[in-house]
Each structure stands twice: as C-alpha cells, then as structure tokens.
C-alpha cells in the first residue's frame, strides 16, 4: 500500500478535477491540512482547515462547501488554491458532520442557523485579514449552499472579492446594498434551483444598487463544477475555474 506522502506526491503532478474525482487522492490531500480553531465574536468555537502557499504573506481565500459539509473534495480544493499562490480557508458551517445522501445533506442544510452561520463567516475572514501569514486581503468562494454564503459572508463583512457557484442569490436591492466587492457568479442555464429568474432578479437588484457584478452562464446543471457528481461537465468546470483564477487574481493581488 502507498503511503500519504507518496500518494501527495502522486496527486501534486494532477490537475484538480483528477484529484477531486478520486476518493483516494482528495482524502490524502485533505489529511494533509491541518485544522484550525477560533472562538467566534458570538462566543462560539468553529474549525477550518488551512492550506498554507509556499510563499507569505499572501492573500487569502475562504472556502464555503456545498449542502455536503467539509468533505474531502472542498479541503483538496484549498490545497490547490495553496499551490496557486493563496493562504486557502476551508471552513465548517455544519459542526463537523458530513452527508453522503441527499436526504442527509438537506437535513444538515436545514439545520444550519442563519445568524450563526454569519457569525463564524465573519470571525473566519476577521482572522485572515489579520493573520500573519496573509496580506489582509480576502476573498470568499461557495459552491451551491455554499455559493449563497459567499455572497451573504460579503454582505455581512467587507471582502476584497466574491466568488459564487450556482448558490441562492437575493433579488432586493437591500439586500446587496451592503457588498462592497467585486462579485463573479457562474451559473447553469439546465439548473432548476438557482433559475434565470432568480439570477436575472439577482443581476437587476446589483445594478441599482450600483454593486459591481459579472455573471457567466454555462450549457450545465447545477453542480456542474462538482467531479464527484452526475451533473459534473468537464469542459465547463475548466472554464470556470479559469474565470475564476483570473478573477482572484485580479481582486486580491
């Protein structure tokens, strides 16, 4: 049997979407990230796992996982971010737990509490604008449950860029008149959960509010981005991810 450091190795010379597509490499990556823990403004102690770039202090990132919770999948997604360059955030808004049904994964989301969701988002990003091995500049990315947090994390809390993945965004000009940051949203035009509606909605209200905002669609579903699923689209996640690289590299470097 190949060892951990073997197996990192291995998965080093992948792209991400090999690794995450692969249980095997995706847990030897995420049990490479060491966990950290914070007692939140709210009193509360939450845990992340942080990947650290080879080089600091360097911008940061905080990841958002989807309806799943920390799963293996989001923290090897951090570990990437680390090789590009980034101080990468994996954070937990589901108590350590993790589903591997969709039932699962609902009662998780319906479980989360909306103020103490904001709570320990915003003490996560407090801790990296002003830890030593960063920048202070920030970034927030979510996939899916996630992708809405990004954007609820920005609203609550100023952040130097947003990152959405087909999450649930607001259609009232209130509630994006707090965002300070650039947002970029990648959407699927197949996706019965985050529609046009709901994205067009999304779109109006930011532009009366004057909020800076750019919108990708793709020919995908929800979850397109996800290897691990049956929605996954190759060819879209890459492009994607590639949108996404530019556009954190232009917000935070």
Request: aromatic residues 8%.
């Amino acid at each position: 049997m190949l060892d951990r450091r073997t197996v990192l190795k291995g998965a080093g010379a992948l792209p991400l979407a090999a690794v995450l597509a692969d249980p095997v490499l995706a847990a030897a990556v995420a049990g490479s990230l060491p966990e950290v823990t914070i007692t939140t403004a709210g009193g509360r102690q939450v845990s992340a796992a942080l990947a650290l770039p080879a080089t600091t202090p360097a911008p940061a990132v905080l990841l958002i996982h989807e309806w799943w919770g920390l799963n293996d999948q989001i923290k090897a997604v951090a570990a990437e971010l680390a090789n590009q360059g980034y101080v990468a955030l994996a954070v937990d808004l589901m108590g350590g737990e993790v589903a591997t049904t969709p039932e699962g994964a609902r009662a998780l989301t319906q479980a989360v509490k909306p103020a103490e969701a904001t709570d320990t988002l915003v003490s996560w990003i407090g801790w990296l604008r002003s830890h030593e091995k960063t920048t202070g500049k920030v970034a927030t990315m979510g996939w899916c449950f996630g992708g809405g947090w990004s954007f609820n994390a920005s609203a609550a809390t100023p952040v130097d860029g947003t990152v959405i993945y087909y999450g649930r965004v607001p259609g009232e000009v209130a509630a994006v008149s707090t965002v300070e940051s650039p947002v970029l949203g990648h959407f699927a035009t197949q996706d019965k959960f985050i529609d046009k509606q709901m994205v067009d909605a999304f779109a109006q209200a930011m532009e009366k509010a004057g909020k800076r905002l750019t919108v990708h669609w793709y020919e995908a579903d929800h979850a397109f981005a996800n290897p691990t699923g049956a929605r996954y689209d190759e060819a879209d996640a890459k492009l994607a991810w590639e949108r996404t690289a530019a556009f954190l590299s232009e917000t935070l470097r």
